[in-house]
């Protein structure tokens, strides 16, 4: 797999079936996983500085690229975030994944 740009500190690409995963600190930030055509790339944190990321790309490598990307510019609020998910396992609440419209293209 080749990510044109070099991740930050702290971040790591899991490979998990058929999906790949961004982590930050053990907290999955953003998954790329196949559809019927094409990609989805999907952000799984959530914060007041995230503004949510859904988008259909062509192909893997241009998920990987684009969540790299996406997690690169936005460093402080997913530590931000991240941070909260550790508070929130910590105090036994887990935090909620958001809804995927990428289930409605499952067939």
């Known amino acids: 797999m080749t990510v ?8 790591t690409w899991r490979r998990e079936l058929d999906q790949d995963t ?3 600190d053990n907290v ?3 998954r790329v996983e196949p ?6 790339v ?26 790299t990307r996406w997690a690169a510019e936005r460093q402080g609020g997913i530590h931000q975030a991240c941070r909260h998910a550790h508070e929130a396992a910590t105090n ?3 935090p909620a994944e958001a809804p995927s419209i990428a289930r409605w293209f499952q067939t």
């Open 22 to 24: 961004l982590y930050y």
């Open 28 to 30: 999955p930030v953003a």
């Open 35 to 40: 559809l019927v055509q094409g990609t989805v």
């Open 92 to 94: 036994g609440g887990l």
């Open 42 to 67: 999907r952000s799984l944190v959530r914060g007041p500085q995230l503004s949510p990321c859904e988008t259909l790309v062509p192909n893997v490598e241009r998920g990987i690229a684009l969540a």
């Open 4 to 11: 044109p740009r070099k991740l930050p500190p702290g971040f």
